[in-house]
């Protein structure tokens, strides 16, 4: 009686280890590998850890509203798969493009962070999101054998507006001449050759602005205020400054030349 008694409590501490080992492995302690307080820390404990603690200390400004929520990772939960990269640095603000990837989705976000007396906090997070029917349609296209021509390019543009930066960067380089031709047409009124290149690139519309009057905007797709395109000007300090607010997103890809989502 005793011998069983001892082996039942043996029986039970052996599951109760091998319970411990399963719950171990399918919820793994998770770390971030940048200094902490760093901007990069900040980044991968709001979009790629599951967990982030104290995370009130590390926000400021509208994010404060959302404080009880939880952020992106918490939810994400290690389900998908997160990248990011700077996009641009100094000593008092940063913004960090985001990537998420799931189920064969991808979603772009973009992070904004602020020096506020040494320690960097985030203030602001924007998703970039077109309307529901661009994702749709591109999934059906995506669907179907051998398109017309027509819609095999129509394609190809529904995919770079939904893809990433990185496809965005390098739609412009791979076409830069044709791009160049582009600005030279718009510059010197011609039309026909205008309208050609534009057809050829599948691009929707090429126009200035009286705010950025020393930039040419070349618009992939616009839908109300939300845009995705390429920018060029000669002038640095005319270009249109990255924010929450509007340009979420704009970075130089080649000397003059530039790529922005806006919302």
Known sequence: MIKNRVMYKYNLLLLSFILSLLSFSTTPAQKSVYPKNSPEWLVDMFFKQIQFPEKEKYLIGEM?????????????????????RKIELNNQTGVYGIVIKDNGNTANFYCYVSNIS????????????????????????????????????????????????????????????????IVGAFDNERADDLNFLMNKLNL????????????????????????????????????????????????EVLPNWYVYRAI
């Open 64 to 84: 404060m509203q959302d404080v009880s929520y939880p952020t992106i990772g918490e939810e994400l939960d290690g389900r998908a798969t997160v990248t990011f």
């Open 204 to 251: 929707e519309h090429i126009f200035t602005d009286e705010i950025y009057p020393q930039c040419i905007f070349i618009l992939v797709g616009g839908f109300g205020r939300i845009e995705v395109g390429f920018l060029f000007s000669k002038n640095k300090s005319s270009v249109p400054k990255i924010s929450p607010e509007q340009f979420i997103y704009l970075e």
């Open 118 to 181: 040494g320690n960097w906090k985030i203030g602001a997070v924007r998703k970039f999101q077109l309307p529901g029917y661009i994702y749709s349609s591109a999934d059906s296209l995506s669907q179907i054998e051998n398109l017309p021509d027509s819609i095999s390019s129509l394609l190809r543009i529904l995919k770079l507006l939904i893809g990433t930066d990185e496809q965005l960067k390098l739609f412009l380089s791979e076409n830069i001449n044709d791009f160049y031709n």
